[in-house]
């Protein structure tokens, strides 16, 4: 589980930018790792960006916290977790740099980036969306991981918590993971179901034990005392419950009633109402019939006639998918290396005067106490570029930038390619899970027949 916080740098980023460094703060338990800058000079080269891309924004950087359940997370893996959530959110087109702390018994992450892109020169737009954007790529990444899930509201709890120490947290953790973890269930129970049957039936099935009274009250497996399902939240009594399931289902049929419904083979086995209920197990094995015969009528479109050819079909699909997702990465790799070249022969065209007048210079020192940021965005500039600095890399800014244009229009069409053939990845993954759901039940009635 991981929480998430950002906020605005628009002064003393440097000094923002040696805190999250400082190893002495954390007992030397510190992890560094940064982006297109180094971590010493990410402040010069920030605003340098900002300036190379003439951006007036008052922003200098942002500050991401990315911060863990005690005892859930090691601090390799926190970095690596706050490694992939760049990647996935700044997709390499800012500047930024990162550091994995351990402070007060948790483990948390620090993240600075720059607020202008070195690729395009935009500014980042912070707001609610792209906030949740965050968090809910945090969230992936951790589920990738194996770490828990909070809910908004839970996270709020936890934040007002994560003060205490190791031991205060671990002590309070049994009771409020059984309240957290009951909100979730109750969610999702609710996004599940469309009316109050449905309900009990998901939260049966989710292990927990349920008392009707004049407050409804739930229980898990392992938990001793029952908790009354109001003192989670307002939006937790029996009557607000039922309120919002009626609303989301009322809501849904609406917003589906344009969608077409998708094939879809239930199995039957591990179905618990089809276990309590004979007649209901019988019109559900009808609905697998019809659905099996519209899911073979989906696979006989493609001029595929026996399940060998299906499984070739199904794999070459995967294929292309893994395919285009790879040519477009390719681009927008292309596409950030292109910029940060630019950025470099623009801070080197700009500095090269200063340099070559520190080289020149009978009194080297006060030359550099005088130049000594430019100096160094100089020889980092040149250090990028590489030994094949001429006159043609210093005049092919032209090139690059119309070269970027026409990478980005290739992105696009691959953008739009990929999103098409993710629907075909999904509509053969939901024909292949039928044909073996459907297979499995065939066999177990062919098994009772015997």
């Not at 936890?158 to 002590?171: R, V």
């Not at 020149?360 to 020192?365: A, E, G, H, M």
């Amino acid at each position: 589980m991981a929480i998430t916080k950002i906020h605005p740098i628009k002064t003393t980023l440097n000094l923002s930018i040696d805190y999250i460094c400082d190893a002495t703060k954390t007992d030397e338990a510190i992890l560094i790792s940064s982006y297109k800058c180094g971590h010493k000079t990410a402040a010069l080269q920030f605003e340098n960006t900002k300036e190379v891309m003439n951006s007036s924004c008052k922003n200098i950087a942002r500050h991401l916290i990315q911060s863990f359940m005690p005892g859930e997370v090691t601090p390799s893996l926190a970095h690596e977790i706050g490694q992939k959530l760049c990647e996935m959110h700044l997709k390499g087109k800012y500047e930024y740099v990162m550091t994995t702390h351990i402070d007060k018994g948790h483990i948390h992450n620090h993240i600075i980036f720059n607020n202008v892109s070195f690729v395009d020169g935009k500014a980042y737009i912070s707001n609610k969306k792209s906030y949740h954007q965050i968090r809910s790529e945090s969230d992936q990444i951790c589920k990738d991981n194996g770490l828990s899930i909070l809910s908004g509201a839970d996270q709020q709890n936890y934040i007002k918590t994560k003060g205490k120490s190791y031991k205060e947290y671990q002590e309070l953790k049994a009771g409020n993971s059984y309240k957290a973890k009951l909100k979730y269930t109750i969610d999702l129970a609710i996004k599940k179901s469309m009316d109050w049957d449905a309900f009990i039936n998901f939260m049966h099935d989710h292990g927990y034990e349920i008392k009707h009274g004049v407050h409804i009250s739930f229980r898990a497996s392992n938990q001793e005392r029952f908790t009354r399902a109001k003192t989670i939240g307002p939006d937790y009594s029996e009557e607000r419950i039922k309120e919002r399931i009626e609303n989301r289902a009322s809501g849904k049929l609406i917003h589906n009633a344009k969608q077409r419904t998708p094939i879809k083979v239930v199995d039957i086995s591990s179905n618990q109402l089809a276990s309590e209920s004979a007649g209901f197990a019988r019109w559900l094995k009808l609905q697998n019939l019809k659905n099996m015969a519209k899911t073979w009528q989906s696979i006989n479109q493609n001029d595929i006639g026996d399940i060998e050819s299906f499984y070739s079909h199904v794999a070459k699909i995967h294929d292309d998918f893994i395919k285009i997702q790879g040519d477009l990465k390719s681009v927008e790799q292309k596409i950030i290396e292109t910029a940060d070249q630019i950025k470099n022969i623009n801070t080197y065209k700009k500095y090269k005067s200063i340099y070559t007048g520190y080289q020149n210079s009978t009194d080297k020192d006060a030359y550099l106490r005088t130049h000594e940021s430019k100096i160094i965005l100089f020889e980092a500039a040149r250090e990028s570029l590489g030994s094949s600095v001429n006159k043609n890399t210093m005049e092919s800014i032209s090139v690059l930038k119309n070269s970027i244009k026409e990478l980005n229009v290739e992105s696009d069409k691959l953008m739009a390619v990929l999103s098409e053939h993710k629907l075909k990845v999904s509509e053969v993954n939901q024909l292949k899970s039928n044909l073996h759901t459907y297979m499995k039940g065939f066999r177990n009635t062919d098994q009772i027949d015997r």
